[in-house]
């Protein structure tokens, strides 16, 4: 498109200023013959401006509040993946509810079978659903005491 | 409004926008109509059209990099929607332009707002039959006022071939009235 130069731009927007709207409506209506509904651009207008200037800005949700909520998330997602499927877990599972117990028993006894990896720790996963979130700790709890701490103080 | 360069700096200020925006909605508003009522026929999609075009305006006024001046760029865009809307309707019933015209054609003779006697509707008769750029040229010179320089914007084509199609459109209607007038 062609840049149009200020002096110019500036008169035609003048003249175009003074082109009647009157004029407009008189060739549109009497020798065009289209007509438009009584106070038509008066509600018109009003329609345009409730959709534009009168709209009400849209609540904005705060990113670093989304992003705590999905860190919070991840956390407890972590949290539960280590506690479940974390090998040494498995001295501790007089603490795992029975329902979990037995797919891990069951992986035990398989001699950790890989073809029935798959299905067992979709089972772990849908069960673990069920284990309650005081449970978890507990058994991070243990994890760390019977674990961590007794490695760290027989290796000593 | 003193002339457009002040007024484009109020209207690209966030602070004065609105004000300025319902200015721009007094002073382009009628003219947009009508310019968009020609392509579009009936007052029903005139008025939507209008609508989407003053939306565009309003959600673009932050981009406008002042290429052209403001009065071809509202137009540009009122035409462009306007085409917007004939292609959404090209699409949903399978016809070509031609068709669509004469559909309108047939839809503006049962238009409670066309006033129009029979000289007037054969005269948008004679249009309709004319290829759809040649029409809008026509129509934006005779009956919008534009300036040839600024149709040459709206339309991006030179303005030779506007200033050609538009004597081209002239010469076609006089030889039908004549026509007319003659089996009368």
Request: no cysteine; charged share 30%.
């Amino acid at each position: 498109m062609k840049k149009v130069n200020k002096d110019t731009a500036r008169n035609n927007f003048n003249s175009n200023e003074n082109l009647e709207v009157k004029k407009l409506h008189k060739i549109h209506t009497e020798d065009l013959g289209i007509d438009v509904p009584e106070g038509y651009f008066s509600i018109s207008k009003n329609d345009i401006l409730e959709k534009t200037v009168n709209q009400k800005p849209i609540g904005v949700v705060s990113i670093f509040r989304k992003k705590i909520v999905w860190m919070v998330a991840a956390s407890i997602l972590l949290l539960v993946s280590i506690s479940v499927f974390t090998p040494n877990n498995f001295l501790s599972l007089k603490k795992i509810p029975e329902i979990v117990s037995d797919s891990v028993i069951k992986l035990k006894n398989d001699k950790l079978n890989f073809e029935n990896i798959t299905s067992i720790q979709n089972d772990i996963l849908i069960t673990s659903l069920f284990v309650d979130d005081d449970e978890v700790e507990e058994l991070v709890d243990n994890y760390i005491i019977e674990e961590l701490i007794y490695d760290e103080v027989l290796s000593n | 409004m003193k002339n457009e360069i002040e007024f484009i700096k109020k209207l690209l200020n966030t602070k004065q926008r609105d004000k300025a925006f319902k200015e721009l909605l007094n002073l382009y508003q009628e003219r947009l109509y009508w310019h968009i009522r020609k392509i579009v026929l009936t007052h029903e999609d005139a008025n939507d059209v209008m609508q989407n075009t003053f939306l565009r305006v309003y959600k673009s006024l932050p981009n406008f990099k002042q290429k052209s001046s403001l009065h071809t760029w509202m137009y540009r865009i009122a035409y462009n929607e306007s085409l917007r809307f004939i292609e959404k309707n090209k699409k949903r019933l399978n016809i070509s332009f031609s068709e669509i015209e004469n559909t309108y054609l047939n839809s503006l003779e049962g238009d409670s707002f066309f006033n129009g006697d029979e000289v007037q509707l054969k005269l948008q008769s004679i249009l309709s039959e004319i290829p759809e750029k040649q029409l809008r040229i026509f129509q934006m010179k005779y009956y919008d006022d534009l300036k040839f320089s600024e149709i040459e914007e709206i339309l991006s084509i030179k303005i030779g071939t506007i200033k050609s199609s538009y004597y081209k459109t002239v010469k076609h209607i006089e030889k039908n009235i004549v026509q007319i007038e003659l089996l009368s």
